[in-house]
């Protein structure tokens, strides 16, 4: 894979001045960076495409999931841009279940050229697309940039959420990862959702018939009853299970 002949950091310069189209819904819209920057605190992640596997299964999924900590921490928004049109983008947006994200469709890699961040992928069929980086933007100016390492390939080491996390609020303890096994009509599923909601965590919900098996199911938990609650990557059990768990939290 291409790799850029040079990787400029721009902290402590504006954003450049672009304006995007954007689908919403059934009309044509327009989104500028004046608007989405300006006296605002963003996160921006910038990947080398939607659909791609680590910008599936870790890089947006990990901004997702961090982006209600960021916003304790003052953060407006949470963006994720990649130069892909905007029908792409909108598809993977909801492919993903990333309902704490804003994504820039920077089609014609305009801001992305602007941030000398546009780099040659033709070798697998890409054509110019961004390089991997993150960044915090204070009312329109870099504040603090992380730009992946120039090496060949498609590293990716410093501009996952987590990092950001860590530059925005070093002391601050990330929320542990979620995730609980559902089926549509369980009342003892969604007394489970609301005790996790209430207790201030976000989860993923895997839902049995759609997502997964009960075969699925009893393979990682030992049980073939619904809820079954996972945090931290430890299984906590059932609704009573984690009505415990919580309490001696």
């Not at 130069?83 to 305009?110: C, H, K, R, Y």
Request: glycine share 8%; with cysteine.
């Amino acid at each position: 894979m291409a790799q850029p002949t040079s990787l400029p950091n721009h902290e402590g310069k504006q954003v450049p001045d672009v304006t995007w189209p954007v689908r919403s819904g059934d009309e044509w819209k327009k989104m500028s960076s004046k608007e989405l920057f300006g006296g605002k605190k963003v996160v921006l992640f910038s990947l080398p495409g939607a659909f791609t596997p680590t910008c599936s299964s870790t890089h947006l999924p990990r901004y997702n999931q961090l982006a209600s900590t960021f916003k304790k921490l003052g953060v407006d928004e949470v963006c994720c841009m990649s130069v892909n049109d905007t029908f792409v983008m909108n598809s993977w947006l909801a492919d993903q279940e990333a309902e704490n994200i804003t994504v820039i469709p920077d089609g014609n890699g305009e801001f992305t050229a602007g941030m000398d961040m546009l780099v040659d992928k033709s070798d697998i069929g890409f054509g110019k697309r961004s390089w991997r980086y993150s960044m915090f933007v204070n009312d329109g100016v870099v504040e603090k940039m992380f730009i992946e390492p120039n090496v060949p390939g498609d590293p990716f080491e410093v501009s996952d959420a987590d990092t950001m996390l860590a530059y925005l609020a070093p002391d601050a303890k990330a929320p542990e990862e979620v995730s609980l096994f559902t089926k549509p009509g369980c009342s003892f599923c969604a007394k489970a959702k609301a005790m996790l909601k209430d207790a201030g965590y976000d989860y993923e919900e895997i839902v049995l018939g759609s997502q997964a098996t009960l075969a699925s199911l009893k393979a990682v938990s030992g049980r073939d009853t619904v809820p079954q609650v996972f945090i931290g990557g430890k299984h906590i059990g059932d609704s009573n299970d984690l009505a415990a768990y919580l309490q001696g939290a």
